[in-house]
């Protein structure tokens, strides 16, 4: 079976996790979000890719949820004493990748191109394809202005309340090569339990991702990130609330329309599945907090097992 997954933000990189220990790795293609990408110190960070990159490898740092295990930080403490830029915090390994990324771009070489190298050298089986090669960021519109997405989420720990989130170069953006044979040849599409605003919300910007999701037929099954209506981490539910109106699991599903024919959501939301369903999305209920790699591996099973009662 083919599954094509839309990811993005740690809790997605975790969700893939499971998927790829679930079915064959080789039969899952990740469709990455690239909004949170940005330059520190004259390299280019692809924060959401690296998170996939890592969690894939087995490489991840778990304890902090984001970045390379076994991870030091001379650099970024050389940086800091030399009153450099050192708010987004940049590991030794991690500088490492980031390094020979830039490298190539800069060669001209298309950030597709270099993702596969990257997986490749670091023993990644499944496809990791960055939703566009094009230049694509996202800006939160806030109460306090407007900024970047890194700036608005690690800069000023996303305090900040949302009143729009933009994706800058959507309007121009193409899907990178892959993306949509990857949809159209997938047996199942899911949505990772990942931010819809941030995360999710940038993949669909460009405009024939969107279409494809829109057009598919085969099923499409999102995963809520929130349980008892709360964020395990971030300002998702902070967002969905000021957003979307509210923190149900139907409201996460109001962030799909059209695009989704399934939502698994924790037991803890199982009130909600009659309004899930009365917006014409099939509701699943189980444990949806992934603690460790089993509880990854069953959240996928569940999402993957949507395809039976398509």
Same mark, same amino acid.
């Given at each position: 079976?083919?599954?094509?997954?839309?990811?993005?933000?740690?809790?997605?990189?975790?969700?893939?996790?499971?998927?790829?220990?679930?079915?064959?790795?080789?039969?899952?293609?990740?469709?990455?979000?690239?909004?949170?990408?940005?330059?520190?110190?004259?390299?280019?960070?692809?924060?959401?890719?690296?998170?996939?990159?890592?969690?894939?490898?087995?490489?991840?740092?778990?304890?902090?949820?984001?970045?390379?295990?076994?991870?030091?930080?001379?650099?970024?403490?050389?940086?800091?004493?030399?009153?450099?830029?050192?708010?987004?915090?940049?590991?030794?390994?991690?500088?490492?990748?980031?390094?020979?990324?830039?490298?190539?771009?800069?060669?001209?070489?298309?950030?597709?191109?270099?993702?596969?190298?990257?997986?490749?050298?670091?023993?990644?089986?499944?496809?990791?394809?960055?939703?566009?090669?094009?230049?694509?960021?996202?800006?939160?519109?806030?109460?306090?202005?407007?900024?970047?997405?890194?700036?608005?989420?690690?800069?000023?720990?996303?305090?900040?309340?949302?009143?729009?989130? $933009?994706?800058? =170069?959507? +309007?121009? &953006?193409?899907?990178?090569? #892959?993306?949509?044979?990857? /949809?159209?040849? !997938?047996?199942?599409?899911?949505?990772?339990?990942?931010?819809?605003?941030?995360?999710?919300?940038?993949?669909?910007?460009?405009?024939?991702?969107?279409?494809?999701?829109?057009?598919?037929?085969?099923?499409?099954?999102?995963?809520?990130?929130?349980?008892?209506?709360?964020?395990?981490?971030?300002?998702?539910?902070?967002?969905?609330? $000021?957003?979307? =109106?509210? +923190?149900? &699991?139907?409201?996460?599903? #109001?962030?799909?329309?059209? /695009?989704?024919? !399934?939502?698994?959501?924790?037991?803890?939301?199982?009130?909600?599945?009659?309004?899930?369903?009365?917006?014409?999305?099939?509701?699943?209920?189980?444990?949806?907090?992934?603690?460790?790699?089993?509880?990854?591996?069953?959240?996928?099973?569940?999402?993957?097992?949507?395809?039976?009662?398509?």
């Amino acid at each position: 079976m083919k599954v094509a997954v839309l990811t993005g933000g740690v809790g997605g990189a975790r969700f893939l996790r499971g998927i790829v220990d679930a079915v064959d790795p080789a039969s899952v293609s990740a469709i990455v979000n690239v909004g949170d990408d940005l330059e520190v110190l004259g390299l280019s960070v692809s924060p959401d890719l690296d998170s996939v990159l890592y969690a894939l490898a087995g490489i991840a740092d778990e304890e902090r949820g984001w970045g390379r295990a076994d991870e030091t930080w001379n650099a970024l403490a050389t940086v800091e004493s030399l009153g450099g830029e050192s708010w987004f915090r940049l590991g030794d390994r991690d500088l490492g990748l980031h390094a020979v990324r830039t490298q190539a771009l800069r060669d001209g070489a298309p950030l597709s191109a270099v993702t596969a190298k990257l997986a490749a050298a670091l023993g990644v089986e499944t496809t990791i394809l960055p939703a566009t090669d094009g230049r694509l960021r996202t800006w939160l519109d806030t109460t306090n202005g407007s900024f970047p997405f890194q700036e608005w989420f690690v800069a000023r720990a996303h305090r900040d309340p949302v009143d729009r989130v $933009r994706s800058e =170069g959507a +309007t121009e &953006a193409r899907p990178a090569p #892959g993306v949509l044979e990857a /949809l159209h040849e !997938a047996d199942l599409i899911l949505i990772a339990p990942s931010n819809p605003f941030v995360s999710i919300g940038p993949i669909l910007a460009v405009e024939r991702i969107r279409s494809a999701l829109e057009r598919r037929r085969v099923p499409c099954v999102a995963v809520s990130p929130l349980i008892g209506g709360l964020a395990v981490k971030g300002p998702a539910a902070g967002m969905l609330q $000021r957003l979307q =109106g509210g +923190t149900t &699991a139907a409201h996460v599903a #109001g962030c799909y329309p059209g /695009l989704i024919d !399934a939502l698994v959501m924790d037991e803890k939301d199982a009130a909600d599945a009659d309004a899930v369903s009365s917006a014409g999305v099939r509701p699943i209920i189980t444990h949806t907090l992934m603690h460790d790699a089993a509880a990854r591996r069953r959240l996928a099973e569940a999402a993957l097992d949507a395809v039976a009662f398509a």
